[in-house]
């Protein structure tokens, strides 16, 4: 490496630690579940996206046991090689019809299917419209599928149909989350689909944090809303708890997506295991709809707690829950006083938020009690009081 790309890393890296951006890694010595021993300190989590306490579930490790027994450590080769086995093929027909969708396809992670979906369906010539609010993967796929991009201002409709009276005659494609991941919010896909009929777009839909969470089955935001995208993609390693993702459409959509998708044919396929694994989660989704609502009960009870508190708390019908701390510097503070008291939460930061809306992203689970739920405010309460404008000098709090 020569000597001024290593000066100009250090300097980037010191000023990111300035900034109070800089990223560090946590060591977990124990599963996903609410009480973790992190850095050999046992803490309370609310950072996993375990929403239905999936991730450490006796029959879904035992699938993987299995599975691994069966099938081996890892898949050998792409899809298209000999990776592909009986229990991915299941998990994929399994899922395309418990999202009523005619045909879908497996992904070794969310991001990689959300380059595929759009690498695939978009290139040169083509518009690619994003809610600005979208999920760093979706903005990358868009960027590197040689499409035009256009971001319209975050779930606003209105928006959206003034990027599209802007676009030209190739392909149109709406890109938006279900559940943006940041702010815990819902994109009006109602309204998104109305549009996407009436000026011929394709509409597709990141559920990753829907997905298993929102509607009567569980099948997430677009059956929350009634509305069936052309495209969807849901994550295995959210609701499910264990890893890959799958895009669900037409037997058109599909079958293009898994001729031309970028990266599909040249990675190796999801080891069939974890596929075995999320059958079994997926049934459990299906089966004990008592997750769900232990999910809604615990978020509900935590929201009124905060606003007890009267703490900054985003409006998010949803298991994440933002709370705002404006600087990175106060985000950064808040979270390492609550690592003190015993609890772990995330922090996110710009340039994941614009400047001065760093938050905690607060998670909740179906593996949470109300006991966790109430230490948790607890814990806020102390430590949003001996913080700098806590109590004393909001204006310094969003």
């Known amino acids: 490496m020569s000597g001024s790309l ?16 800089f990223r560090e890694r946590r060591v977990s010595e124990s599963p996903q579940q609410p009480v973790m021993r992190v850095d050999g300190r ?19 490790v035992e699938a993987v046991i299995s599975g691994a027994k069966k099938w081996g450590a890892g898949s050998g080769a792409s899809p298209f090689v000999n990776g592909h086995t009986k229990a991915h093929r299941q998990l994929e027909e399994e899922f395309a019809q418990f999202v009523a969708q005619p045909r879908a396809l497996l992904f070794s992670s969310g991001y990689i299917a959300n380059l595929g979906m759009l690498g695939a369906l978009a290139g040169q010539g083509d518009e690619v419209l994003q809610d600005s609010g979208n999920h760093a993967s979706l ?16 779930a606003d409709p209105q928006s959206l149909l003034d990027e599209l009276q802007q676009t030209g005659p190739g392909r149109r494609l709406v890109v938006t989350e279900g559940v943006f991941s940041v702010d815990g919010d819902l994109a009006p896909l109602g309204q998104l689909a109305d549009i996407c009929a009436t000026r011929a777009a394709t509409l597709v839909v990141d559920d990753a944090h829907g997905f298993g969470v929102l509607g009567d089955k569980g099948r997430g935001t677009c059956e929350a809303q009634d509305v069936q995208p052309d495209l969807l993609m849901c994550t295995l390693s959210q609701a499910l708890g264990t890893a890959g993702a799958l895009v669900a459409g037409s037997e058109t959509m599909i079958e293009a997506l898994e001729q031309n998708a970028p990266g599909y044919a040249c990675t190796a396929a999801l080891p069939a295991a974890l596929a075995e694994g999320a059958r079994v989660a997926l049934k459990l989704l299906e089966t004990e709809a008592w997750r769900r609502d232990t999910v809604w009960a615990l978020a509900e009870r935590f929201k009124a707690g905060a606003r007890r508190l009267q703490l900054p708390l985003l409006d998010s019908p949803s298991p994440i829950q933002p709370l705002l701390a404006g600087s990175s510097e106060s985000a950064s503070r808040l979270s390492d006083a609550l690592v003190k008291a015993g609890i772990l939460v995330a922090v996110i930061r710009p340039p994941t938020v614009t400047e001065g809306q760093a938050r905690l992203r607060i998670t909740v689970s179906a593996a949470h009690t109300t006991g966790h739920i109430d ?11 001996s913080m700098p404008g806590g109590d004393q000098d909001t204006a310094q709090w969003p």
């Open 139 to 154: 903005m990358d796929a868009g960027l590197l599928s040689g499409a035009r991009v256009h971001r319209y201002r975050h």
């Open 42 to 60: 046992r803490l309370l989590a609310f950072c996993s996206d375990d929403y239905l306490g999936l991730a450490n579930h006796p029959r879904v």
């Open 375 to 385: 230490s948790l405010l607890s814990a806020l309460a102390d430590v949003w009081e």
């Open 6 to 21: 290593e000066e100009s890393l250090k300097l980037g890296l010191a000023q990111r630690r300035a900034d109070n951006r």
